[in-house]
């Protein structure tokens, strides 16, 4: 027999794989779908959506040819977004690309070995499942998962497959938040006491899609496909279009915003939840038939769930009525604060040798310092990620897609965001503090699991 040099090199690869990992190790079948090093990885994009044209396609076009990838598909229930990324993704890239009505015509295409997905809020999860099931990597939009049940079925099919998932929570890739965690983790900050989060926009067209909507009928898509494991209510183009604007499709704020600011606090304390939530708010400003507030503060207790050791404060808040689009993330303790807007740890607000002197201790002062060098180009807009930190976050993933090596924001990442977003919700959906019981991985409020 003859055995190719690439062969021999992928026998003896899977060999290695199955003495080091044991029962753990990948399949023959799962390993042939591994890409080498010269092998061209194929991607389906599904969703074509404005996030995956506006930031994940001009990221990937930075690395495509480079890392030896290409994009082959694309999976869109509506058929002018479906017919329109085709067309759109054969001229950038300079070669047809196959649309797909469903993600079942996507993947029967064995044509794929990783995907983008952007979809609904309340479809990434469900989506992930039927990607990693279908033997895909995947890229996936926060906010990962709105509900708990999605939320362990899509944990435990991502870990079950052993495939490669990246969230899109591109903070993780940003070199001014590496910089943040590492000065934090090093001890040097100090034990935090409060974190101030906000996320404020004045855009009457925020998440609104009126011109669309318009054109949208049910004729052209699938709405049963759409609403997935969701009640089945009547075509509504607003929900399809607008989806963020509606419970049980999006948390709104929560998900969309939160998620992101939310999770450097996990990735900064190693703390994986909340202990409690409460949230107060409400539509205030654009009362356009919206079910989700369009303003929002929310209340964390972060700390160990034993409450041995003290714990902290976290708040978020949003308005929808006025605003820069300036991100707020400030971490503080008794030294000082770390402010992610400026990108600076300062003694701002430390404790000065007047005070503690009151009460025979010593001056707490934090040195002030850069997080990242000043001729770094970093942008704290809240569509910053567009650009640098999403580029390097797709780069992140596709480098992983060929090391096998976990990314920067693994499914993990995706699953404790999930369940602060889910508090969240459960908190402005009913009044009650919501708290996460740990044995049973399930957000309670008023002592009973939260459901849609």
Not at 34 to 54: K, M
Not at 90 to 111: I, P, S, T
Request: hydrophobic share 35%; with cysteine.
């Amino acid at each position: 027999m003859t055995v190719t040099r690439r062969k021999f090199v992928q026998q003896g690869a899977m060999t290695v794989a199955a003495t080091m990992l044991g029962p753990l190790a990948i399949s023959a079948a799962s390993y042939r779908r591994i890409p080498g090093a010269n092998d061209r990885v194929r991607l389906g994009v599904v969703g074509f959506s404005d996030r995956f044209r506006h930031a994940h396609l001009p990221s990937y076009l930075q690395h495509y040819k480079e890392l030896n990838f290409d994009i082959t598909a694309v999976s869109d229930l509506w058929k002018l977004r479906r017919e329109e990324g085709a067309g759109f993704l054969a001229q950038q890239l300079g070669h047809g690309v196959r649309a797909c009505r469903n993600n079942d015509e996507l993947y029967a295409g064995k044509d794929i070995d990783a995907v983008f997905i952007s979809t609904a809020d309340f479809q990434h999860a469900l989506h992930t499942i039927e990607a990693v099931k279908a033997n895909c990597d995947v890229y996936c939009e926060k906010p990962f998962a709105e509900t708990m049940d999605d939320n362990r079925k899509a944990l435990k099919a991502v870990k079950d497959s052993g495939k490669i998932v990246q969230i899109g929570s591109q903070r993780r890739s940003g070199k001014n938040y590496i910089a943040a965690e590492a000065f934090i983790r090093s001890g040097k900050f100090g034990a935090i006491n409060m974190v101030e989060l906000n996320w404020n926009v004045n855009q009457p067209g925020r998440w609104r899609r009126p011109k669309l909507v318009a054109q949208c009928q049910e004729k052209d898509l699938d709405w049963k496909r759409f609403l997935l494991n969701r009640p089945y209510e009547p075509f509504d183009p607003r929900k399809y279009l607008e989806y963020r604007l509606f419970w049980p499709y999006s948390s709104g704020q929560p998900g969309q915003w939160m998620s992101h600011q939310i999770d450097t606090v996990h990735w900064y304390t190693g703390l994986n939840h909340p202990r409690s939530v409460v949230a107060n708010g409400g539509i205030y400003c654009w009362p356009d038939g919206r079910t989700n507030w369009d303003t929002t503060t929310a209340v964390f207790d972060y700390g160990p769930a034993d409450k041995k050791a003290p714990g902290f404060q976290v708040v978020f808040s949003s308005r929808m009525g006025n605003g820069d689009e300036v991100t707020t993330e400030i971490y503080y303790s008794t030294g000082g604060e770390l402010n992610l807007n400026t990108n600076k740890i300062s003694p701002a607000g430390g404790l000065t040798a007047a005070f503690a002197q009151e009460m025979n201790m010593p001056a707490n002062l934090l040195p002030e310092m850069d997080l990242v060098d000043r001729n770094t180009k970093i942008d704290v807009r809240a569509n910053a990620g567009g650009d640098e930190y999403t580029s390097a976050h797709v780069r992140n993933w596709m480098e992983c897609i060929r090391s096998r090596k976990q990314p920067n924001a693994p499914v993990e990442v995706g699953y404790y965001h999930s369940i602060a977003n889910i508090m969240t919700n459960a908190a402005v959906r009913t009044g009650y503090k919501a708290t996460f019981d740990e044995a049973k991985q399930e957000v309670m409020v008023g002592g009973k699991p939260f459901v849609i």
